[in-house]
C-alpha cells in the first residue's frame, strides 16, 4: 500500500465554497423568533418563518459553513438508524411504517426543495448500491423488497453475482440492494444556497455569535449572547452534535459520534466511471461500514466512515484500508484530504423534534442530517406557525441516562460491539 503522504486536513468540499463570516451592520436586540445554529437545520427552520413575514435572527457561534452540514458526504440516504424488524417489534408495523414513510417524504421534499428553488447543489438522482453482508440470503432480501413495494411503493433492487460489477467494480460484495429514490448533492452549495435564500427573505445572520444562555421572562426568551442580549417570542436550538454545555438539558440527550472522510487525489473521469459504472452513491449495510461516492465532477472517490481511533493517522489509515478493501487497483493513489465532523445520537436512536421549557430541539439525525436537518428544521417552525409540524419523530420522550453529562465514555465498549457484530455478519455464509 502507498504511504498516505501530504493530505489537507479541510472538507474536500471547502475548495469551492468555504465557511463565511456574515455581519450584519447593527445587532438586533428583539426577534419574533431566534435561532441557534446556522446548517441546513436552523435555515430550514429560518426559510419558512420568513416567508411567513416573521422577523428570524440566527446566531452561529462559528463561520458559517464550518460545522457539520458542510462536511457530510452529501448522499440524501435519509436512513433510519434502527432496521425495520426492530422498529416493527417496537412500536408494531403501522408506526414502523410511518418512520418509513416519512423518510420517503422528507426525501422527496428535499429534491423538490434544490428544484423549485434553482439551488446550484450539483444534485443528481444516481441511485445508492449498499453492499449487504453474505450472511442476508438473497431470497430474504428480495421477501424485504416485495414487502416495501406493497406497503410504500418503494422500489428496490436486489443485485447478486456478476450482477454487482454493473454498479461497482469490486469482488467484496456477493450481495446487494440498489435503490434509485437516493442522489447526491454538493453539501457547501446546499448550504450557501441556502443561506442566500434566507438572506434575500431579510433573515439577521450574525456568525461567530455564541448563545450563552436562554432565560425565559413574562412570556418571552432573553438570550445572552456573545455581542450581547436579544429577546423573542420563539427559541428554536440547531446545535445537534455541536450542542456547548450552555444547552445542558440537550447536551444529556445527545451522544457526539465523530464521523471522518477522504478524497482521493483527481482520477480521472475514465478511472472514476470504470469503477463506479452508474455513478451512483454507495454504502454498506454494516454498522462500521462505510459510505462512498465520485465526486460532483465524477473525478474523485470519497469515502467516509466512523471514526474508530483517537490517532489521527490511524483514522486516515483505516479510511485508506477500507478504499484498498472495495478497489484494491487504488493502491498507489494519493489522498487529497482527511476530515472529519460530529454527528448526533439520541439513546433510541431516532431523531427528534422535542420541546422543553419552550425552547424547540430538531435534532438527533444519526448521521443522516442531509434529509433530516432540514426537515425537522421546518417542522420545527411549523410548530411556531401552527402548520406542517406533523412528524412521528415528535412523539416519543427524549430520554438521557443516569450520570450521563454529554461525554459519550461508553463508546469504545460499543464499537468493539459492532465491530465484532460486524465481523460475524461479513464472514458467515
Keep these: 500500500m502507498s504511504t498516505l503522504a501530504e493530505y489537507k486536513s479541510l472538507p474536500y468540499w471547502w475548495d469551492e465554497t468555504p465557511p463565511i463570516s456574515v455581519e450584519q451592520n447593527e445587532f438586533q436586540k428583539n426577534a419574533e423568533i431566534v435561532i441557534v445554529g446556522c446548517g441546513y437545520t436552523g435555515l430550514g427552520a429560518a426559510i419558512p418563518l420568513l416567508r411567513a413575514k416573521k422577523k428570524v435572527v440566527i446566531l452561529e ?17 435519509g436512513n433510519i438508524r434502527l ?22 417524504a422528507a426525501r422527496k421534499d428535499l429534491y423538490n426543495f434544490i428544484i423549485n428553488e434553482n439551488i446550484d447543489c450539483d444534485f443528481k438522482l444516481t441511485g445508492r448500491f449498499l453492499g449487504v453482508p453474505t450472511k442476508n440470503s438473497s431470497e430474504t432480501l428480495k421477501n424485504d423488497a416485495d414487502y416495501f413495494f406493497r406497503k410504500l411503493n418503494l422500489k428496490f433492487n436486489v443485485i447478486k453475482g456478476s450482477e454487482i460489477r454493473d454498479y461497482v467494480d469490486t469482488t467484496k460484495y456477493e450481495v ?29 445572520i450574525y456568525s461567530n455569535t455564541a448563545a450563552n444562555n436562554i432565560q425565559q421572562k413574562d412570556k418571552q426568551f432573553e438570550i445572552t449572547t456573545s455581542k450581547g442580549k436579544i429577546t423573542a ?10 450542542t456547548g454545555s450552555e444547552f445542558h438539558w440537550l447536551k444529556r440527550r445527545l451522544v457526539p459520534v465523530i464521523s471522518e472522510m477522504i478524497s482521493t487525489e483527481d482520477l480521472g473521469d ?28 465524477g473525478r474523485r472517490i470519497l469515502l467516509g466512515g466512523r471514526r474508530l481511533s483517537n490517532n489521527p493517522l490511524k483514522a486516515t489509515e483505516r479510511l485508506r484500508n477500507g478504499l484498498n478493501e472495495i478497489f484494491p487497483q487504488l493502491d498507489k493513489v494519493k489522498i487529497s484530504n482527511h476530515w472529519s465532523g460530529y454527528v448526533a445520537f439520541p439513546f433510541d436512536q431516532l431523531p427528534k423534534l422535542a420541546v422543553n421549557d419552550g425552547v424547540i430541539y430538531p435534532v438527533g439525525f444519526c448521521g443522516s442530517g442531509t434529509v433530516w436537518a432540514r426537515w425537522l428544521g421546518q417542522k420545527a417552525a411549523g410548530m ?46
Design 61 to 77: 457561534k462559528d463561520l458559517i459553513g464550518e460545522c457539520a452540514s458542510t462536511r457530510n458526504g452529501g448522499i440524501t440516504s
Design 83 to 104: 432496521p425495520f424488524s426492530k422498529l416493527k417489534k417496537k412500536f408494531g408495523e403501522k408506526k414502523a411504517l410511518e418512520y418509513f414513510a416519512e423518510s420517503i
Design 176 to 204: 446487494g440492494i440498489f435503490r434509485e429514490d437516493i442522489g447526491g448533492i454538493h453539501p457547501g452549495k446546499l448550504l450557501h444556497g441556502m443561506m442566500k435564500i434566507a438572506k434575500n427573505l431579510g433573515a439577521y
Design 233 to 242: 417570542e420563539h427559541v428554536i436550538v440547531a446545535t445537534n452534535a455541536y
Design 270 to 297: 475514465n478511472l472514476v466511471k470504470h469503477l463506479m459504472p452508474k455513478s451512483s452513491m454507495y454504502g454498506e449495510s454494516l454498522q462500521l461500514g462505510y459510505y462512498y461516492r465520485p465526486s460532483p465532477d
Design 384 to 429: 411556531i406557525l401552527g402548520k406542517n409540524s406533523e412528524t412521528v419523530f415528535s412523539d416519543e420522550p427524549f430520554k438521557t441516562i443516569p450520570f450521563y453529562n454529554g461525554t459519550p465514555w461508553f463508546l469504545p465498549l460499543a464499537i468493539n460491539y459492532y465491530r465484532l457484530r460486524d465481523k460475524f455478519f461479513s464472514t458467515s455464509k
